[in-house]
């Protein structure tokens, strides 16, 4: 889109706040619906990505928009699909497939991931059991259940940060690790790739694979962003 507004400005509206460009309401694209988010510090970084856009953008310029359009469009009508989208990555959770060799690969995945298998158990009492190999272990289904239910207590704006941050982890246990303060976006990388940084210490980096860490990098990053902008609210 060619940018035609000269400012931007988050202006509260009644409980939630809203963005003006030149003072008429941003919409959320495709919508039409006015853009409203229930954190100040969220709107007034919305309001930041508009104004200091450039004269030409598309929607990967606005990432923070992007996510509070979602999470209000199409989450917050019926978090529930989203959330089992999201849960469902426990049921076969990269903590839970280790290797049997080299050993010191299974050294590092049962000291770096076992400990997050355990506070998942704690915080939420969902003992997932990891296995040897890549073959699909089915996990107990109480445990499923429980990591379900919490996913599906999150707020429609985890959710849409989360809808980020756990397919880039392979994880429901790191997605939640992350959402709950546990993990930094950077350790959770660490964590759910470990195989892969293992890899590339045995036989070098590869170029095409070094390019998709940072992209995965900068997907945390920014739902780690939009989770302490938002708390894990929304204005509903």
């Not at 460009?21 to 694209?29: A, C, E, F, T």
């Not at 704006?157 to 429901?172: F, Y």
Request: glycine content about 8%; some cysteine; charged content about 20%.
């Amino acid at each position: 889109m060619k940018r035609v507004w000269t400012e931007a400005k988050a202006v509260p509206e009644g409980a939630v706040w809203k963005i003006e460009l030149d003072g008429k309401p941003l919409r959320i694209p495709g919508a039409g619906t006015p853009l409203r988010m229930a954190n100040p510090a969220l709107a007034q970084a919305v309001a930041a990505e508009w104004h200091g856009a450039g004269d030409t953008l598309t929607m990967d310029d606005l990432p923070l928009t992007r996510l509070a359009g979602t999470a209000q469009d199409r989450i917050a009508p019926d978090p529930a699909p989203v959330a089992a989208a999201m849960a469902v990555y426990a049921q076969s959770d990269v903590l839970c497939y280790r290797a049997t060799h080299p050993a010191e690969l299974a050294s590092r995945q049962e000291a770096r991931w076992q400990p997050w298998l355990d506070w998942a158990a704690d915080r939420y009492g969902a003992r997932l059991v990891p296995a040897e190999g890549i073959v699909h272990r089915p996990q107990h289904p109480e445990a499923l259940a429980r990591l379900a239910a919490a996913y599906a207590a999150l707020s429609p704006d985890a959710l849409a940060a989360l809808g980020i941050a756990v397919p880039a982890l392979g994880s429901a246990v790191l997605g939640l690790a992350l959402q709950t303060g546990a993990l930094t976006a950077d350790d959770a990388f660490a964590v759910a790739h470990l195989d892969e940084l293992f890899q590339s210490e045995q036989w070098g980096e590869d170029a095409a694979a070094t390019i998709r860490r940072r992209h995965v990098l900068a997907d945390l990053a920014l739902a780690e962003r939009y989770l302490r902008l938002t708390g894990g609210t929304w204005a509903g």
